[in-house]
């Protein structure tokens, strides 16, 4: 499996740098951003290639599902806490039980005490 996962990285890495090389020209062309929000007076950004918009938009989609794993990790330890305490209480209960006396009570079915010899 680990073998795939190396053979598969490489696949990829090798398609990203084909992609690249053959794009170079459409890639390297500088656009400009224009930013109008409402309240605030018109921005522009100019001189910014492909390149770099590629590069910060993957940027930003490794931060957010970083982040998100994150949220996800420490969601599910404490689900994994909770769960232990459950449990622990569960094991406290059950060792209780197994150690109470075991007693006997013999009665007939007319309630009374069959063990005293009446």
Not at 61 to 90: A, H, P, S, W
Request: charged share 20%; glycine share 6%; net charge positive.
């Amino acid at each position: 499996m680990r073998h795939l996962k190396v053979i598969l990285v490489i696949l990829v890495a090798l398609a990203i740098i084909i992609l690249a090389v053959q794009n170079n020209q459409a890639m390297t062309t500088t656009i400009q951003f224009r930013i109008d929000p409402i309240f605030f007076p018109e921005k522009r950004i100019a001189g910014v290639s492909i390149y770099q918009v590629v590069v910060v938009a993957f940027l930003l989609g490794v931060l957010l599902t970083g982040v998100y794993g994150m949220v996800e990790r420490f969601r599910l330890k404490k689900r994994i806490k909770m769960l232990t305490k459950e449990l622990q209480v569960k094991d406290q209960e059950l060792n209780s039980l197994r150690n109470l006396p075991i007693t006997y009570d013999d009665f007939d079915s007319a309630g009374k005490d069959s063990s005293r010899g009446s």
